[in-house]
């Protein structure tokens, strides 16, 4: 770099001395001149201000979006604008793919449960993904993201707590495998219902009554839930028949299996039905199963053919088996009843048998002192 008047050339950099005319002094004006590599700053009379704030140099990423859309869409707050927009596309892109993929994904996986659960991840990984989208196009760092979870770490573990436990038990449910989306189950407080819906979070169940519950699966997974329609939807009933000691009990037998047989939802025969290692006869079956007080116990057990009508199959064959009754004079039901027998130890007991009201005794049971004529004995 050269400066002054002279004609020779410079080999280092050089200033105008004071006494050239037109010069100024460098003290003056606060000029330093560096070489070629140096930077130059400007100050008045040496007053000491500080350097400009520097100006973010664009990358070229968003010098080729720039060069792309007019001036007017980068005004401020503009990459918020932006953001917003990504998110949106996001949600709508997710439930998009979900439509595409739902298919493939419920043909891939035999159980609805685990389809739906696959589902509703694939919208959460492609919504996730466009949130971390329009974070960078707001202009967050991880540094910023990383901070904010440190601070709030604490309190969204504690609120999250029972959301957390939820999760992790409904896991376990998918992979158990208790019940499935369609299942009839039964709760140990005897609320029974279809299966509507199993999240990984709660588990929605239609009752008979035609209500609606939503059990967190932390809870369901630790109560008795009978399933009535895992595998084999057929189940097994009894009806107890208590006949009189008179009865004939063969006679009893025979009427309580034709009480079921002829009814509809009840399987009439075939081959008997596995449970675990053990096999059972389809046909309905008449047991004598206790000698009562009162009477003989017999127990009738049968199929019915789906578990949907418990109630209404079990007052099928019980009015059956009373229309059969009416015809057979040998087959009594018992009533509860007491004999009372007195022998030579016990005393004896007078008991009349009279038509009418006894005057001597009141509705309570109480006797009543009447006047009579004296006997022999009494006292005057």
């Given at each position: 770099?050269?400066?002054?008047?002279?004609?020779?050339?410079?080999?280092?950099?050089?200033?105008?001395?004071?006494s050239?005319?037109?010069?100024?002094?460098?003290?003056?004006?606060?000029?330093?001149?560096g070489?070629?590599?140096?930077t130059?700053?400007?100050?008045?009379?040496?007053?000491?201000?500080g350097?400009?704030?520097?100006?973010?140099?664009?990358?070229?990423?968003?010098?080729?979006?720039?060069?792309?859309?007019?001036?007017?869409?980068?005004?401020?707050?503009?990459?918020?604008?932006?953001?917003?927009?990504?998110?949106?596309?996001?949600?709508?892109?997710?439930?998009?793919?979900?439509?595409?993929?739902?298919?493939?994904?419920?043909?891939?996986?035999?159980?609805?449960?685990?389809?739906?659960?696959?589902?509703?991840?694939?919208?959460?990984?492609?919504?996730?993904?466009?949130?971390?989208?329009a974070?960078?196009?707001?202009?967050?760092?991880?540094?910023?993201?990383?901070?904010?979870?440190?601070?709030?770490s604490?309190?969204v573990?504690?609120?999250?707590?029972?959301?957390?436990?939820?999760?992790?038990n409904?896991?376990?449910?998918?992979?158990?495998?208790?019940?499935?989306?369609?299942?009839?189950?039964?709760?140990?407080?005897?609320?029974?219902?279809f299966?509507?819906?199993?999240?990984?979070?709660?588990?929605?169940?239609?009752?008979?009554?035609?209500?609606?519950?939503?059990?967190?699966?932390?809870?369901?997974?630790?109560r008795?839930v009978?399933?009535?329609s895992?595998?084999?939807?057929?189940?097994?009933?009894?009806?107890?028949?208590?006949?009189?000691?008179?009865?004939?009990?063969?006679?009893?037998?025979?009427?309580?299996?034709?009480?079921?047989?002829?009814t509809?939802?009840?399987?009439?025969?075939?081959?008997?039905?596995?449970?675990?290692?053990?096999?059972?006869?389809?046909?309905?079956?008449?047991?004598?199963?206790?000698?009562?007080?009162?009477?003989?116990?017999v127990?009738?057990?049968?199929?019915?053919?789906?578990?949907?009508?418990?109630?209404?199959?079990?007052?099928?064959?019980?009015?059956?088996?009373?229309?059969?009754?009416?015809?057979?004079?040998?087959?009594?039901?018992?009533?509860?009843?007491?004999?009372?027998?007195?022998?030579?130890?016990?005393?004896?007991?007078?008991?009349e048998?009279?038509?009418?009201?006894?005057?001597?005794?009141?509705?309570?049971?109480?006797?009543?002192?009447?006047?009579?004529?004296?006997?022999?004995?009494?006292?005057?």
């Amino acid at each position: 770099m050269q400066t002054g008047t002279g004609t020779e050339p410079a080999s280092g950099p050089q200033t105008a001395s004071a006494s050239e005319p037109g010069a100024t002094p460098a003290s003056e004006t606060g000029t330093t001149v560096g070489d070629a590599g140096g930077t130059a700053t400007a100050g008045a009379g040496g007053s000491g201000a500080g350097p400009p704030t520097p100006v973010p140099t664009p990358t070229e990423g968003e010098q080729a979006v720039r060069e792309l859309l007019p001036d007017f869409l980068f005004f401020p707050g503009a990459n918020y604008v932006a953001a917003a927009l990504v998110v949106a596309l996001g949600y709508v892109l997710s439930g998009y793919v979900v439509r595409v993929v739902g298919r493939p994904i419920a043909r891939r996986f035999r159980r609805q449960s685990v389809a739906q659960v696959m589902l509703r991840l694939v919208r959460l990984s492609i919504f996730i993904l466009s949130l971390g989208v329009a974070a960078a196009v707001a202009g967050l760092r991880f540094g910023d993201v990383a901070i904010s979870v440190g601070v709030f770490s604490a309190v969204v573990g504690i609120v999250l707590a029972p959301l957390v436990g939820s999760t992790i038990n409904g896991l376990f449910i998918l992979a158990d495998q208790p019940y499935e989306v369609g299942d009839m189950i039964e709760l140990d407080n005897g609320r029974k219902g279809f299966v509507d819906e199993i999240t990984i979070r709660y588990t929605k169940m239609f009752t008979l009554d035609n209500t609606f519950l939503v059990i967190p699966n932390d809870t369901i997974r630790d109560r008795l839930v009978t399933n009535y329609s895992a595998e084999d939807e057929r189940i097994r009933l009894r009806i107890g028949f208590l006949a009189t000691y008179e009865s004939d009990i063969p006679k009893t037998r025979e009427l309580l299996e034709r009480a079921a047989s002829d009814t509809e939802m009840v399987i009439e025969g075939g081959p008997d039905i596995r449970i675990g290692s053990a096999r059972y006869p389809a046909k309905p079956t008449a047991y004598l199963e206790e000698y009562a007080d009162s009477g003989i116990l017999v127990t009738l057990r049968f199929w019915a053919k789906k578990p949907y009508k418990l109630l209404a199959v079990r007052s099928r064959v019980q009015t059956n088996l009373y229309e059969l009754l009416d015809d057979e004079p040998d087959v009594e039901a018992a009533y509860p009843h007491t004999h009372h027998v007195f022998d030579d130890t016990s005393g004896s007991l007078r008991a009349e048998v009279a038509e009418g009201h006894d005057a001597a005794w009141t509705d309570a049971g109480s006797r009543v002192e009447m006047d009579r004529p004296p006997r022999d004995g009494d006292e005057n």
